[in-house]
């Protein structure tokens, strides 16, 4: 198995509002908030933040944290809040944000601090992502006109990497940000700065954009064929810039839910996927892309039917979410080889899971988190089956469980019980009818 590492991102998504097709438009922006209701809110909230702790102590190598605007999409989508409250509660575990969106912000200034501050808090453990944000999220800030999205967002970014390397005040005169004295106080502990990762649905300028700068690729859900050649493109433009290729710097993405067997994973995933393509992410096209959001080059790959959303993501059905790899879904056995397959096409060194499906209960995306640690993921890590944060730690006793799943052993007596009808059966898998069989 190829040697990869883990990453949790939770949707924390309000489910409690109609169908898409019954809304009439989109859940996105224009969901009325009649239908939020503040208890279930705090839940949901709530959930989110104990969910995503327990990554840690099950031995995750990190958590990134997305953002969404205007709509039941992800109610704790304030990356740069919810990351300061994971940080305060985790000691060791990477923790990172795919948001803020820069084009959000009148001055970057802001956002640096905020990275900085960040970085300082965790002790050097906070990445951050470099997301365009989709339409939507323009739409419902308000901030700026997104045919200028791509110009403003790459003058930010140097304004940012600027301020991280400069000890002294600077000046500076851009087509969108002007400021006599830029002067980044504090400054991040990692130096120039965290780790970047760069979310691109297969814009070239995405992919050289990551690559030009020593960034990580997190690949965005598009149609295998389209997946492919993205990481291919992108493998060769870090070639151009002269850089030996980590496998590292592609994250792979995908829906992965786990359970005691192939179907029993079906049954408890399969309604909450399906929700997020015809609910979520299902709407409008000028919603998503509105004029000038993305490079000419991309819009014609849509156009011709080709390229990221060239359909109705909204009519993809489970099946083909399984064989694109959006979804992996399964037992043990059957979730690691598909990983081990869509990794090793993909020459990615990284996974960012989406195990809470971005609409299920609490009880559910827990175990599914735990299965996977200790079933699938020592598997894809060295003997001792540690994370990246854990490395410097031995003993006897495991730090996570998924060093308990790596070093443990066979078990020395099968706990049973008699159940009547059926016979002496395995306690562990009783609760799965297929698996309620005498043992032997």
Excluded at 299 to 317: E, F, H, N, P, W
Excluded at 334 to 346: D, G, H, N, Y
């Amino acid at each position: 198995m190829r040697e990869l590492e883990f990453y949790i991102c939770n949707g924390g998504k309000y489910p409690f509002v109609p169908h898409r097709d019954e809304l009439g438009k989109t859940r996105f922006i224009t969901t009325p908030t009649k239908y939020y209701d503040d208890l279930r809110g705090q839940q949901i909230v709530e959930d989110y933040v104990e969910d995503t702790v327990l990554a840690e102590r099950l031995g995750y190598d990190g958590v990134v944290i997305i953002e969404q605007h205007g709509g039941p999409n992800s109610i704790v989508g304030q990356s740069i809040t919810m990351a300061a409250t994971i940080i305060a509660k985790t000691s060791r575990m990477r923790v990172g944000t795919v948001g803020a969106l820069l084009n959000s912000y009148l001055t970057p200034m802001r956002f640096a601090e905020e990275i900085a501050t960040l970085d300082i808090l965790s002790k050097g453990r906070y990445f951050a992502g470099l997301p365009m944000g989709i339409g939507g999220n323009y739409h419902s800030l308000g901030v700026m006109n997104p045919t200028y999205a791509r110009e403003r967002f790459r003058e930010a970014h140097d304004m940012i990497m600027a301020a991280f390397k400069s000890d002294a005040p600077f000046k500076w005169d851009g087509k969108f940000f002007q400021s006599e004295y830029v002067n980044l106080w504090p400054k991040p502990i990692q130096k120039p700065g965290p780790e970047m990762w760069v979310p691109a649905a297969g814009s070239r300028d995405s992919l050289a954009f990551a690559a030009e700068n020593g960034y990580t690729y997190l690949a965005v859900l598009v149609p295998w064929p389209v997946l492919l050649r993205n990481c291919q493109q992108f493998k060769q433009a870090v070639a151009e810039t002269g850089k030996d290729f980590d496998s590292r710097r592609i994250a792979a993405t995908a829906f992965v839910h786990v359970a005691e067997t192939d179907k029993q994973a079906r049954l408890e995933a399969e309604g909450h996927f399906m929700s997020v393509l015809q609910n979520s992410l299902g709407s409008p096209f000028h919603d998503s892309f509105p004029p000038g959001h993305v490079t000419p080059q991309s819009l014609r790959g849509m156009a011709a039917g080709g390229g990221y959303r060239s359909v109705d993501i909204a009519k993809t059905t489970f099946e083909d979410g399984i064989k694109s790899g959006q979804f992996i879904v399964g037992s043990p056995d059957t979730v690691a080889e598909r990983i081990e397959e869509i990794t090793t096409q993909m020459d990615a060194g990284r996974l960012l899971m989406y195990p809470d499906g971005w609409t299920m209960p609490s009880w559910m995306v827990r175990k599914n988190m735990t299965i996977f640690a200790e079933e699938v993921m020592p598997r894809f890590r060295k003997r001792d089956g540690k994370p990246v944060w854990d490395q410097d730690k031995a003993g006897f006793a495991a730090n996570t469980r998924s060093e308990f799943g790596a070093r443990r052993g066979p078990v020395p007596a099968v706990p049973t019980a008699d159940i009547q009808g059926v016979g002496r059966v395995d306690i562990r898998t009783s609760h799965v009818p297929e698996l309620i069989v005498p043992v032997k």
